[in-house]
């Protein structure tokens, strides 16, 4: 019998292209529900099916579904963050684990810059006061770009994409990475402190993790000039949603745009009653262009790991 592949879960319609690939290379794939299940669901059916490679999107992936497939040989993430698997169970039982950490650049680098260029021009808040009868371009308060500075939390592949359709709008690009140790490409590396405090637009492009948990938080946010804009197109639990809201309602922001949220899909009222929030529902990844490219990729690389061969974008290392 051909070694089975679980997806877990898939943001799409389908999961067609994912089914193309490995059943054109041989193998057999199980789908989850399309929605992402509790871990204990995944668990189930890891337990039921003792996959030889686990395909995910947003579902969890924890030690105990690693544990329940001793022939376990990848877990692939259809995505860049690997916040839902437990990586460490997996080197531990010498699992890879894999990402496609470049597939969305683009898309996401754009999101952010949609979502500055919506605030600066007041796009989402005059639409709203034309569709309620109102015409009054004597309320406009709007800024110019170029005049600003933009701060960006991380400076990885997409925060050096943002910074670079920043800069070609004129604006003064500052950046916080704890791997940039001098200014780059017109970019000026600073201390997060710093950058809270001289940035009238802060971008958070950087991964979640134990350290990153509520990074920006209420004491941040207070370094900020009045009125400025925080955007979120990275992982929602960077950011205390409370002190958002909080900051919102002082006039600290006068925008926060977020495509992600910690509690997502749920979006607390407090933050939905804000006028100066910009919500979307975590799709700043998304064209038919990257969508495309990321299941072919995490698929492929399934295939390449069960046949033996060295994945293209490992995340953990195997045990000699």
Partial sequence: MS????????????????????????????????????????????????????????ASVSAAAIAAAPNLKIVARLGVGLDNIAVEAATAQNVLVTNVPDYCVEEVSDHAIGFALAWTRGLIQFD??????????????????????????????????????????????????????????????????????????VVVHAPLTESTHHLVNRERIARMAPGGLLINVSRGAIVDTDAVVEALQSGRLSGAALDVLESEPTVPTALIDQPGAMLTPHVAFSS????????????????????GEAPRNPCNLRKA
Avoid: N
């Fill in 3 to 58: 070694e089975t592949i679980l997806l877990t879960d898939y943001a799409w319609p389908d999961d067609s292209v994912e089914r193309t690939i490995i059943e054109s290379a041989g193998f057999r794939l199980v789908s989850g529900p399309a929605s992402p299940a509790p871990a204990s669901a995944i668990e189930a059916l890891v337990r039921e099916y003792r996959p030889a490679g686990i395909l995910t999107c947003w």
């Fill in 128 to 201: 709203r006061e034309v569709r309620a009868g109102r015409w009054m371009p004597s309320d406009a308060r709007l800024r110019r770009l170029a005049s600003l500075t933009c701060g960006l939390i991380g400076y990885g592949r997409i925060g050096r994409a943002t910074a670079c359709k920043f800069s070609a709008f004129g604006c003064r690009v500052l950046a916080h990475d704890p791997f940039m140790s001098a200014d780059a490409d017109g970019v000026q590396a600073v201390g997060l402190d710093d950058l809270f405090s001289r940035s009238d637009i």
């Fill in 288 to 307: 038919d262009a990257s969508l495309f490219e990321l299941r072919e990729r995490a698929a492929q690389e399934v295939v390449r790991v069960l046949r």
